[in-house]
């Protein structure tokens, strides 16, 4: 297999497993969808190199899903995947019940604590933790995003980490304010952009490296390391995280514009 198609399958992967795919379920999925007349359940075994007792497990869950349909061909059954739009047209379904049901689980959800904090451990830490963020500004008044970065790509970690995290940010345009390491300021991601709401202002790196990545958004604060072992926090609480952001409006000051 080529290094473009290796790639691909495993920014695809990753985009499954965002709408609830297990790895090989993702692998099995592209992989009929590849065959033009859909394949037998030895066929699809072969392409994936998945042992045949699994696949055909995995081929009977993506038939309940519906994502795999499936044919009487001779004695046998040849199966074929749904074209994407209309997996994306489930999915749209899904998101549209689930916006609907969001006030009576909001009116069933117990009162929160005060304050709350959750650990995350691993690299698929990072993407979990940009889904709470991303989740709670779509339910905040206030839209914006503070963030003092690293400087670090997410991509070492995450296979297409940056690409899922930009996209996203970009899709809902929530205003983000970064403060990055100057050895940043060239590259993607760490330049001002009006267009994508995007404004950065330059620290001079310190002889230690900035290791974490620190947010505040909505009533809570984030703190990550994307450096391996790649691990962080989130602390919702609103007095600190609004004290917090008293202190990076100083920073902000602090660090004029270039």
């Known amino acids: 297999m080529a290094y473009y198609e290796r790639v691909m399958i495993a920014e695809l992967t990753n985009i499954f497993k965002n709408l609830g795919f297990k790895p090989l379920e993702a692998r099995v999925y592209v992989a009929v969808l590849n065959m033009k007349d859909g394949g037998f359940s030895y066929e699809i075994a072969e392409t994936t190199k998945i042992k045949r007792t699994s696949c ?8 309940e899903r519906g994502v795999l349909t499936k044919a009487k061909d001779g004695k046998r059954s040849r199966y074929k995947a749904i074209p994407p739009e209309t997996l994306l047209f489930q999915q749209e379904q899904l998101t549209d019940s689930l916006k ?7 009116k069933m959800k117990a009162s929160e604590a005060e304050t709350e904090v959750r650990f995350f451990e691993g690299p698929d830490a990072i993407r979990q933790m940009y889904d709470d963020l991303f989740l709670s500004l779509r339910v905040s008044d206030d839209k ?3 963030n003092i970065s690293s400087g670090q ?18 899709k809902y345009m929530f205003p983000i304010r970064i403060i990055a390491p100057r050895t940043a300021a060239d590259e993607k991601g ?29 009533d809570k604060v984030l703190i990550y390391s994307p450096l391996p072992p790649v691990g962080g926090i989130i602390l919702r609480n609103v007095r600190i995280n609004q004290s917090l952001r008293l202190v990076y409006e100083m920073l902000w000051g602090f660090h004029a514009p270039d």
């Open 56 to 63: 055909d497990l995995i081929i009977s869950r993506l038939l």
């Open 100 to 106: 609907a049901a969001i006030p009576l689980l909001q």
């Open 144 to 146: 914006e995003i503070l």
């Open 153 to 170: 790509h997410v991509r070492k970690y995450l296979p297409g980490g940056d690409s899922y995290i930009v996209s996203r940010r970009e």
């Open 190 to 218: 760490w330049q001002n952009d009006e267009r994508t709401k995007r404004s950065v202002r330059y620290f001079d790196d310190p002889k230690k490296q900035f290791q974490i990545s620190f947010y505040l958004y909505a």
